[in-house]
């Protein structure tokens, strides 16, 4: 989700407004969820690099993830949506913790899945996924794939990316070997259903051979 800083400079807001405006845009993806018939969406709110912010913007970050938390949870539970984290989202503030751990608590038997990145960076958790693969006797693909963060969600099949940027940021990468990607310049604050729509449309007319001809 990309774009909510320079969404911001370009209606001459704080940065924080882009970010809160950014929320809108996941509050329509949750009621997309169902329509769309998708199972899981998984979501990069907050890597393990953002530390690296400015102080008052992560303590921005931080507020405005307490306010979603507290008022979207009954959204969540009216559509049916199972909350995860991926990421080491307990070293955030204890607070935000116990929040987040009622709230997955409460949305435990959703029949779809809103995956939420928290502290996240994909090199340290196929590190950390390697490591406990290696504890246990064995190290290859199977092994690794059962010890990551994501291991009990459904194959990455599409990975989208807003505001222009062609790269993926240390998101998913090990997830994202077979998957289709489809980049867009539309900041994430401005990305509605009607785009999401229109990336679904263009993986639906893709061929995915996942290595065989």
């Not at 994202?176 to 259903?193: K, Q």
Request: proline share 4%; aromatic share 8%; charged share 30%.
């Amino acid at each position: 989700m990309d774009g909510n800083g320079r969404w911001a400079k370009q209606h001459r807001l704080p940065r924080v407004m882009g970010h809160r405006k950014g929320v809108e845009a996941v509050r329509s993806m949750v009621r997309a969820l169902e329509p769309l018939g998708l199972d899981c969406v998984t979501l990069y709110a907050f890597s393990s690099e953002n530390w690296k912010r400015p102080q008052d913007e992560i303590s921005d970050l931080m507020g405005l993830m307490r306010r979603f938390i507290k008022s979207d949870l009954p959204e969540f539970l009216a559509n049916d949506v199972r909350l995860r984290i991926i990421g080491d989202y307990k070293a955030l503030e204890p607070d935000i913790v116990a929040m987040l751990e009622d709230a997955l608590e409460r949305t435990a038997k959703g029949t779809r899945t809103l995956a939420v990145a928290l502290n996240y960076g994909s090199q340290q958790e196929i590190a950390r996924a390697a490591a406990r693969a290696a504890e246990r006797g064995e190290v290859s693909v199977e092994t690794i794939s059962a010890n990551l963060d994501t291991a009990d969600l459904p194959p990455l099949d599409l990975l989208v990316r807003t505001s222009g940027e062609l790269r993926l940021s240390n998101f998913l990468l090990w997830q994202a070997a077979y998957a289709e990607m489809w980049f867009t310049d539309v900041l994430w604050p401005d990305f509605t259903v009607g785009h999401l729509e229109e990336a679904l449309a263009s993986f639906a007319g893709r061929e995915r051979r996942f290595g065989g001809r």
